[in-house]
């Protein structure tokens, strides 16, 4: 039996491909816009709706695309060695992909790891410069811009028609939708992906979060690039006008109107803008009386009412209109493969980790001052103390997070108080958060496989082309057994935001685990939780030390770790107060004192 996504598919691929046989020249045209802009916004479906990263400077490296082929293919003095790539639209493809890469990395390298507000400035400044670059000199014609472009030929053939070129253009977007799916159905997408549960849980996880934001930039330009190449030898013509930044923006309209995190969501968007635009502009300047952009008005008003009432964009809409018929939704199967390599424990009793001497400062304020302690395989220490103690900031030190002042961090016996929360992930240290840190739309299964990226080595390309099925078999067979090891299999492809807080405490110790750890760190994993999930929280523990794990439990709750932890290390105003036994801690004046306010 086919399924039934199969079908909706192949019907829409069998349309596609009948379309300019019976439609009107009119509406070939329309479609021909629409599959250029598309391929643009499936990049700002990459790089926004899934990366969380906006740009509103897509149009100027359209215009990048549009204006090299454009001056490379016309023009008559150029030097030799540039000539070559003027003898042909694909080889000035390449240069202006070529460009538009470097283009891209220069401009990320200076705006991808600033936080916040810089990327979208950063992109707008680019994209008014470009435009007035573009304007500006002589050789690209100016304000008039160039024209004389060649038509392409494919494979010996012209395309010179909009109906030949018609089947290029949504040839080519449907070879940019491919590569956009196997991308994000990779370990490299989940990475992507990722990035939007923050970078300090992507780090945690091993994710180098500079290269994933900078792949997306690329990935971005370069379909942007190969764009304007299309429209360019589509129209025969370029003017600066098309690439300004209100294109830019009408880019990102569209990617967030169809559905920012989805990759058909760019076509759906791309249609409806377009088909709109072409509307409006017919009927407004009648209702008005009078010539004028009025459509932008009416998108202005759209993406404030899209923002209030459909944040996800129309995309999800359409699925549930045409799920909500589909009786027989499909359960996936559990992912199966052979296991992937384990790190071998080390030997029951070796200490894992050992903290000495450790002091951080805030300012003027010691939040941890000379703090020592350790922990070995196979029990669980409990590191507990009042609000504002410093434990959050010792487990800071130790992850990688915020580096101690001075002292010493050892890592199964090397230093680490140096190193970033990536390289610590790697030698075998694997956190939680004291906030749970979810993708809470992607399913619990893909959650844990985050967990699991640096046991994966294929890269963007592999993933790209889907070459790397084999690995990624491995990683998702190694998530599901994580689920299950933690008891969480019933859930495994629920949505993560779906389970209650308890739920998706263990679901990231089940993704701490699937980087097959030595060491857990949890900071206040009982937070929240009700007495049930208190317990099952503790058995699972009890069952991790007992398989040898070593586990820093930083807690609030002291019930919780009386009954579970080995040894307790107690902390107050950033210094060690008592250190032993949990019987032994517990009767402790100072303790009592401090921590306990007296009771008891
Ligand atoms: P705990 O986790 O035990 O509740 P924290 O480690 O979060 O305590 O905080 C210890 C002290 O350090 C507190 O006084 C807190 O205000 C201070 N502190 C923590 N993080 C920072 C920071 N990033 N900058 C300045 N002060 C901080
Ligand atoms: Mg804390």
């Known amino acids: 039996m086919m399924r039934r996504q199969t079908v909706i598919l192949a019907g829409f691929l069998g349309l596609l491909a009948l379309g300019p046989v019976f439609l009107p020249e009119f509406y070939v045209t329309l479609l021909n816009y629409i599959g250029l802009y598309a391929i643009v916004a499936l990049g700002l479906v990459l790089l926004t709706g899934v990366g969380g990263l906006t740009s509103f400077g897509q149009a100027a ?23 070559i790539f003027g003898a042909s639209p694909w080889l000035a493809l390449l240069v202006g992909l070529a460009l538009t890469a470097v ?58 028609f909009g109906r030949e070129f018609y089947y290029l253009i949504w040839a080519l977007l449907m070879l940019a939708v491919w590569l956009t799916q196997n991308l994000l159905d990779s370990r ?49 013509f370029v003017n600066p006008t098309p690439f300004g930044l209100h294109i830019g923006i009408e880019y990102l309209f569209m990617a967030v109107l169809g559905g920012a995190a989805h990759v058909w969501g760019a076509l759906l968007g791309a249609g409806v803008i377009t088909i709109l635009k072409q509307w409006l502009q017919d009927l407004l300047p009648k209702l008005f009386g009078s010539s004028g952009n009025f459509e932008m008005i009416v998108f202005g008003l759209m993406m404030v009412l899209m923002l209030q009432r459909a944040r996800d964009g129309l995309w999800p809409i359409l699925v549930r209109l045409v799920a909500s018929n589909d009786g027989n939704a499909q359960v ?63 487990f800071n030190c130790i992850s990688g997070v915020a580096p101690a002042t001075s002292g010493e961090i050892l890592f199964l016996g090397e230093r680490v108080e140096k190193l970033n929360s990536r390289e610590i ?83 990231e110790i089940a993704r701490a685990l699937a980087a097959d750890p030595c060491l857990l760190l949890l900071d206040e994993p009982a937070a929240g939780l009700r007495y049930l999930e208190k317990q099952a929280l503790a058995e699972l523990l009890r069952r991790l030390r007992a398989e040898g794990m070593g586990i820093l439990l930083v807690e609030h709750d002291v019930e919780f770790v009386m009954g579970l932890a080995d040894r307790v290390v107690v902390m107050e105003f950033g210094e060690k107060i008592a250190e032993g036994l949990p019987e032994d801690v517990r009767q402790n004046p100072a303790v009592l004192e401090a921590y306990l306010g007296g009771v008891a």
């Open 103 to 160: 283009v891209a990395l220069v401009l990320g390298a200076l705006t991808l790891h600033l936080s916040g507000h810089y990327l979208p400035l950063g992109t707008i400044a680019w994209g008014i410069s470009l435009y007035f670059l573009f304007g500006n000199i002589e050789q690209l014609g100016g304000h008039t811009g160039i024209t004389g472009i060649p038509s392409l030929s494919v494979f010996g053939l012209e395309v010179k």
């Open 332 to 394: 996936a199967a559990v992912p199966q493969a052979e296991p992937m390599p384990k790190k071998p424990l080390p030997q029951p009793g070796t200490r894992l980790l050992e903290v000495k001497d450790v002091v951080k400062k805030f300012g003027g304020l010691v939040a941890s001052n000379n703090m020592n302690l350790w922990v070995q395989t196979g029990e669980v220490l409990a590191l507990i103390g009042p609000n504002g103690a410093g434990k959050s900031t010792m």
């Open 188 to 236: 490299e997408g989940r990475a992507i992906s990722a990035l939007k549960g923050g970078s300090l849980m992507a780090e945690a996880m091993g994710v180098d979060t500079a290269r994933s934001k900078t792949v997306i930039f690329l990935i971005a330009a370069l379909f942007a690039c190969l764009s304007g190449w299309l429209y360019a030898h589509l129209q025969r």
């Open 425 to 507: 992930a790697r030698r075998g240290m694997s956190r939680t958060f004291q906030h749970v840190r979810l993708l809470p739309n992607m399913s619990v299964l893909e959650n844990v496989a985050i967990g699991a990226h640096l046991r994966g080595s294929k890269g963007v390309v592999a993933a790209l082309l889907h070459l790397e099925r084999a690995e990624e078999r491995r990683l998702m067979a190694e998530a599901a057994r994580q689920i299950e090891r933690v008891g969480l299999k019933e859930h495994m492809f629920d949505q993560a935001g779906s389970l209650a807080l308890g739920q998706q405490r263990i679901l």
């Open 61 to 83: 490296f359209v215009g990048l695309g549009a204006y090299t082929t454009a001056y490379l293919t016309t023009a008559s003095d150029l030097p030799s060695w540039l000539a």
